[in-house]
Structures are given as structure tokens and as C-alpha cells.
């Protein structure tokens, strides 16, 4: 690293961040947007940086994302999953992370099934570690390119009255979310069945909808969870047809909304359960947007931690701020 | 015959006998042979100078976990003894969730057999509920007791069973045991890593709600109303349960409850940034959980302080918080932690920590000791009660180092132990 990194050696959360570390990240992605439109998608930011995406859970949007944003950057990459690896042998993450360590990396994008695993790794290895989602605690980049989404449409994020639906109990999503919102001074509820929401949401400053419809009537934007099947056959639902019929986003229920809400989706969906596709594939839906934005965050949030200085990001783009 | 040991000089506090006053102590033979001024003194006598010491009943313990047999990588009777010795307790009851499971008279035996090799602080078994702790049918209490146990537990598992729980209390009483209740609602406590409240809601780690413990303690205790039998509570943690412990007194009922230091000076608050070393089942609860368990020390709810000494390897705690076992280390800070968080306050006086360490588990568990009533066992605890100490885990005489006290500054100290008479620790 060749100077100050300003959010720190690692980003293992927006909860630890101020508004105006997150505001940088979303600063940033701006001039790295433009370099997913070019013909040659390459800048030499982070060339000779090698970057290991240690992926211990299934993902492919956010792997891919990464690597995507990796690879624009120049750097080197290595992508490691749990199965097939020694960690299907046994291995325990600090071991993991001690033969990272012994072969001189310098990044690590870690998705681990157990909440706090990017924490445990970031205080035991010298490279940067960028939390890809950990348990049911955060997923920070998701948070970010939400973020960024919502501020391309709305030129603002600062009084907006934004609503996460679904599954907040096991969902770190929400939590960036919340966090980062809050951060940037947006209102924010969430809304979903009381057996799918911590016991102590309201103590996190968050509104809470029992209706969907009470939430849409609210709402500038919803940001609509992935309900993950396996919550009803664990008893937290009674079906999905009810879970549908009950919180389900459909093109009715937004009609009688007093304003159009924005809608987004950090995906996979599950259409016709959480989410309609008249809905997901209408014209507030702003879902292939987030996957968009979802590079260029990355890619902010990279050259960022690797040393690289905010006022260069632009001169970065152009292949000469390299960190 | 074994040296007689002379403490002199000592403040004597043993509540058992309304005890409070500078004098000498003598034990001969195993036994108090004398207290008080100009008691004379035997010419070869080994002589311990208590100037400015608290000479007390020595500390029993009702809950350890000393891993032998299975764990002996982890702990073993013999070292396990020896940090109970370190710590001022000069008995230790040890819980039968080892590899294999103690219950059985042959694995009682071989506990009571290890514990007199150790030489240090006496070790008493505990034995199991259930066959294999698995909660289907009832050890074999009677053939335990004949070998040594003290008492019966599932502990680490909670009785499923409410009929099981039931005929366990009933035929305790033949042998006048307790029934040592682990309380957990299994189905509400499952996956929890943490307290259930706004900690593990931010740090996205499953909680144990309070009920979980509740649930448990109040129908126990109402099986215990049933079955007039003796159910004692460990590991208390919550409010709710310290109010359903008060209830079941007042009614009469047989129920007596312990709680662990750390649940006396610990919060919730601790597992931020994930430090397996303040992950232990029942969770650290909240700072009005902590507040109503000091009170409950005080007015007598909480009967005793017990330290659920839990030593794991400590690669075992360097891991993912939820994959992490509970349970932390606790004799050699026990008495520490119970200063700092009660007495030094001002929530308790010494005679009462003396009496909850060491009186009230001696009476409750029918176990020898808790007094130095001349012609009892010379099991005596002398300790300083100002010293202040940094807690350095590597001297641990436990095999264990897994403690959310290291790099803590803590008050009180045990200077010197004595079981059956002879000096099994000293402070160096």
C-alpha cells in the first residue's frame, strides 16, 4: 500500500463506517461506472496486486461481480471455493488464512456461511479483507451498490423513505442496508411476517410494517428480500402461497400507492413468491441497474482499501492513478 | 499423621458459626484442631503468617468440568485440582458430560480414584441422569452414590423429558441427592450462539432468548412441587429466572440455584467483535440480568456461586463464533471476579461471599466442609482481599486458557490452600 488507506485495511461492514467513508465509496464507483461501458474494460490500477476471492458459501452474482471488478483493475485473481478445496478436507479458517498469508496476497474477498468470519479473518492476516457477506451479519458491497442504485434515481439518499421486505431475521443484506440508509439520513422500515424479523428490530431505528400495503404507502423505494425457501419447510412461514398472498410485491398493490416506489432486489428472486414479474421486470424496477452498480462499487471499493486516493479515482480511470 | 499447620494471625470469617475476628487456626490430623488466641503452638507445627488475610471454610465448587476421562488433552482431573486449588477451592464437583459419559459406578470410581491421586483439591463426581445423557432411561443412581457421587446432572443437555425429570427427582430423594437441572427449552435454544436482543440482532448470530432458560426452570420447579425431590438450578442467568427461583421458595419447594462469576460480571456486550471467549451456554445476558443476579446473591434467591469451569483446547475457540464450543475457564478467577463484581461494589460483605463459595454448597450438597467448627475437615482458603492482580492466562494451572478476564486487573487473591491439612497451594 503506498498510502493511507481512508476506510481502513479492511471493509468488513457499513455499521463501522461513517456517512462520509460510505459517501466516498459511492464518489468513487462514479468514474469506475464508465469503464464497464468501454470496448476494452481494462484500466492498470491494480495490476500486480493479486486478490483471492475465498467463496466458503455458493454465490455466483457476487463472485462473478468481484472477479469482474478485480479483473477491470488489472489485478491478479485466484478464486477459491469450499468444495474442492481443504477446507472440504477439514481445514479450519485461521489455517486458511495463515497459507494465504504465507503466499504473500494482498486482498481477500471472503463469503463465509458464519457471521463474523470476515472479522475473524481480517485480524488475523496483513492483506485487506472485503467482507462478500458473513452469516446472517452483513454484505457491505451489496449495501454500497444498493445505495448507489437508489441515488442514481433519486439524485439523493437524505430524507428518502426506503423499506426492506422479506426475511430480515437471516438477512445480512438488510442489515448493510439499515446501516448504510441510516448513515446517509434515509428513513427506513422494514416490513414482513414478525417470525422473519429479530426480536429487537425496532431498537435499530427502523420502522416496522406488519402490512405490505402500509409499507408501499410509505415507501419511496422497496428493497425486496430473497425469501429463502428453506424458511418455510424451518417453520418461520406456513406456505409461500400465503407468504405471496400476504407480503407479496404485486403490480395491484403498487397501483394504489400515492407515489411510484422504486423497486429493488439484490437477488436471485423468487418470482411470484416475494416478487411478481410485472413487478421485477416493470418500469420501477431498477434491478439490472444494482447488478451494474454492483461492479463499480467493487471496483471503488478495491482501489480504495489497495491505498488508492479518492481525488485520483478519476485519473485511475484513465490508467494512471495506480495505487 | 501430617504436619500441623498453624494460620496465624488471620481475620477468621467463617459465617457457619457467626465468625469474625483476628485469631490462629490449628489443624491437626486432617481436622480444626483450634481457633483463637494463645492456642499455643506445636513445635512442628508448619506455620502460615495470615496478617491481613481472610481465613475462611474452604471454597467448594459444584460445577466443573475437568474433561477426564475422553479430554484429557484438555483437562485432567489431576490438573484440574490443582487449578481448583489455585483459586482457593478446596472441594470440586465434577460434571459427568466426559467421553465416555460418568453413569456408571466403575466411571464414578475412576473419578474419586484420580481426584486422591491428584493430591490437590477434592474431587467428588457427579453422575449422569440419564444413561449416556441421552435422556431416555434413568444411570444408575443408587450404585453412584455407593461409589462416590455426589449428586446427578445431565448438565450440558437439558432433560427433555418431563417425565424423565420427574421419576430422576423421585428416586434422588431415596438417596438424598440433588438433581442438578440444566435448563434449556431445547427447540427455542437451538443454533443460538448469544443472548437474543439488539447485540446478536446486529451481529447477526442467533440468539437464546431468556424463555429458553425460563421454560426449563419453572417447570422443574414445579416438578420438583410435585415430587418434593431437590432440583438444583446451575447456571442461572436471567432476571425472569431469579423471579421464578423467589416464587418457588416462598412456596416451600425444594429449589436451590447457583450462578457462574461471569454471569455476574459479564455482559451481552462482550461478544462484540466475535470474541469466542465470551460465548458460553446460558449466554451472557444483559446489564439488568447482571444486576438482578448480584441482588439475588445478596438476599440469599441465588443460593451459591458455582463456576461452570469449561477448558477447551484453544484452537477449538479460535474459530468462527458459531462454531465455537461454549464455556470458559473459571476456578483461578472465580473469587476475583466475585470481589470485583459484588463485594467492592458494595452488593455483598465477605462473610457472605464466604458463606456462598463455601457454607451454602457444603450445606446444600451435603458435602464435608463449609466450617471450621473445631473436629470439621481442615479445609481452609486464606486469601487476600485487596490484592489486585492481572489475569495472565499462560499461569493458569489449568490446562485451559480460554478467559474473557486476561489483561484484567482484578482484587482478591488466594494466598494459600489447605485440604485435609496440608498446604496444597501456595502463591508464590
Not at chain 1, 428518502?160 to 427506513?188: F, M, P, Q, T, Y
Not at chain 1, 411476517?193 to 402490512?211: Q, Y
Not at chain 2, 437451538?190 to 446486529?202: K, P, Q, T
Not at chain 2, 477447551?312 to 470485583?340: C, M
Amino acid at each position: 500500500m503506498t498510502a493511507a488507506a481512508p476506510l481502513g485495511k479492511d471493509l468488513l461492514g457499513l455499521e463501522p463506517l461513517s456517512g462520509e467513508q460510505i459517501s466516498l465509496i459511492l464518489d468513487t464507483a462514479e468514474p469506475f461506472k464508465e469503464i464497464s461501458e468501454r470496448a476494452i474494460k481494462k484500466v492498470p490500477t491494480l495490476r500486480g496486486s493479486t486478490v483471492v476471492n475465498l467463496f466458503f458459501e455458493n454465490s455466483t452474482r457476487t463472485r462473478i461481480s468481484f472477479e469482474f471488478a478485480e479483473k477491470r483493475l488489472s489485478a491478479d485473481t485466484v478464486n477459491v471455493s469450499s468444495s474442492g478445496s481443504s477446507v472440504s478436507k477439514g481445514e479450519t479458517l485461521v489455517d486458511t488464512a495463515r497459507n494465504l498469508e504465507a503466499m504473500r496476497i494482498d486482498m481477500v474477498v471472503i463469503r463465509h456461511g458464519s457471521s463474523g468470519a470476515a472479522k475473524f479473518l481480517a485480524g488475523r492476516i496483513e492483506s485487506n479483507v472485503i467482507n462478500a457477506g458473513d452469516g446472517m451479519h452483513e454484505h457491505p458491497t451489496q449495501g454500497l451498490l444498493d445505495l448507489l442504485t437508489l441515488r442514481d434515481h433519486f439524485k439523493r439518499i437524505e430524507g428518502l423513505r426506503v423499506c426492506i421486505c422479506g426475511d430480515v431475521l437471516h438477512s445480512r443484506v438488510a442489515r448493510s442496508n439499515i446501516w448504510g440508509l441510516r448513515k446517509l439520513g434515509a428513513e427506513v422500515a422494514v416490513c414482513g411476517p414478525r417470525s422473519l424479523m429479530p426480536n429487537a428490530i425496532d431498537e435499530m431505528g427502523v420502522t416496522v410494517f406488519s402490512r405490505i400495503e402500509e409499507a408501499i404507502e410509505w415507501a419511496d423505494a422497496l428493497n425486496i428480500l430473497r425469501l429463502q425457501l428453506e424458511r418455510m419447510t424451518a417453520g418461520y412461514i406456513p406456505s409461500l402461497r400465503e407468504y405471496n398472498r400476504v407480503f407479496g410485491v404485486t403490480r395491484e398493490r403498487l397501483e394504489r400507492a400515492p407515489r411510484d416506489v422504486l423497486i429493488l432486489h439484490p437477488g436471485p428472486m423468487n418470482r411470484g413468491v416475494e416478487i411478481d414479474s410485472d413487478v421485477a421486470d416493470g418500469p420501477h424496477s431498477v434491478i439490472l441497474p444494482q447488478v451494474t452498480n454492483g461492479v463499480a462499487v467493487r471496483m471503488a471499493v478495491l482501489y480504495l482499501l489497495s491505498g488508492g486516493r479518492p481525488e485520483l479515482a478519476e485519473s485511475a480511470k484513465a490508467g494512471k492513478g495506480a495505487p | 499423621m501430617t504436619r500441623p499447620v498453624l494460620l496465624t494471625g488471620g481475620r477468621v470469617l467463617d459465617p457457619s458459626q457467626q465468625m469474625d475476628g483476628v485469631a490462629d487456626v490449628l489443624l491437626v490430623d486432617g481436622a480444626v484442631a483450634a481457633i483463637g488466641r494463645d492456642i499455643g503452638r506445636p513445635d512442628d507445627a508448619q506455620t502460615v503468617d495470615c496478617a491481613g488475610l481472610i481465613v475462611s471454610p474452604g471454597f467448594i465448587d459444584v460445577h466443573c468440568h475437568l474433561r477426564e476421562p475422553g479430554r484429557a488433552d484438555v483437562e485432567t482431573i489431576a490438573s484440574g485440582a490443582r487449578a481448583a486449588a489455585a483459586g482457593g477451592f478446596t472441594a470440586v464437583c465434577a460434571m459427568p458430560n466426559t467421553d465416555p459419559v460418568i453413569d456408571n459406578p466403575a466411571a464414578v470410581g475412576f473419578v474419586v480414584r484420580q481426584g486422591l491421586r491428584a493430591g490437590a483439591a477434592r474431587v467428588y463426581p457427579i453422575g449422569a441422569i440419564s444413561v449416556g445423557q441421552r435422556g431416555e432411561a434413568l444411570a444408575e443412581f443408587g450404585e453412584m452414590v455407593d461409589a462416590g457421587a455426589i449428586g446427578v446432572s445431565d448438565d450440558g443437555k437439558p432433560v427433555v423429558s418431563a417425565q424423565l425429570m420427574r421419576t430422576a427427582l423421585e428416586y434422588a430423594r431415596t438417596f438424598q441427592i440433588p438433581v442438578i437441572d440444566h435448563c434449556e427449552e431445547p427447540t427455542l435454544a437451538a443454533g443460538g450462539a448469544m443472548n437474543e436482543g439488539i447485540v446478536s440482532a446486529r451481529l447477526g448470530l442467533k440468539g437464546i432468548p431468556d424463555e429458553a432458560e425460563e421454560i426449563m426452570a419453572i417447570r422443574d420447579i414445579l416438578l420438583a412441587r410435585l415430587t418434593r425431590g431437590h432440583v438444583h438450578l446451575a447456571h442461572m442467568s436471567t432476571k425472569g429466572s431469579v423471579e421464578l427461583i423467589r416464587w418457588g421458595k416462598d412456596r416451600g419447594i425444594n429449589v436451590t440455584a447457583e450462578v457462574c462469576p461471569h454471569h455476574l460480571s459479564l455482559t451481552e456486550e462482550a461478544v462484540e467483535g466475535y470474541d469466542t471467549n465470551a460465548k458460553m451456554n446460558p449466554p451472557l445476558r444483559t446489564a439488568e440480568d447482571v444486576e438482578t443476579l448480584r441482588q439475588a446473591v445478596r438476599d440469599g434467591t441465588i443460593d451459591l456461586v458455582a463456576t461452570d469451569h469449561a477448558p477447551h483446547h484453544y484452537d477449538e475457540k479460535e474459530r468462527e463464533f458459531q462454531n465455537a464450543p461454549n464455556g470458559i475457564v473459571g476456578l483461578e478467577t472465580a473469587l476475583s471476579v466475585v470481589v470485583d463484581s459484588l463485594v467492592v461494589p458494595g452488593h455483598i460483605d465477605f462473610g457472605t461471599l464466604v458463606d456462598r463459595m463455601s457454607c451454602s454448597p457444603a450445606r446444600l450438597f451435603g458435602l464435608p466442609g463449609g466450617t471450621l467448627r473445631v473436629g470439621s475437615p481442615a479445609d481452609v482458603t486464606v486469601f487476600d482481599p485487596a490484592r489486585r492482580w492481572t489475569v495472565d492466562p499462560d499461569l493458569f494451572l489449568s490446562k485451559g486458557r480460554n478467559t474473557p478476564y486476561a489483561g484484567m486487573t482484578l482484587t482478591g487473591r488466594t494466598i494459600c490452600t489447605v485440604v485435609a491439612g496440608q498446604v496444597v497451594y501456595t502463591l508464590n
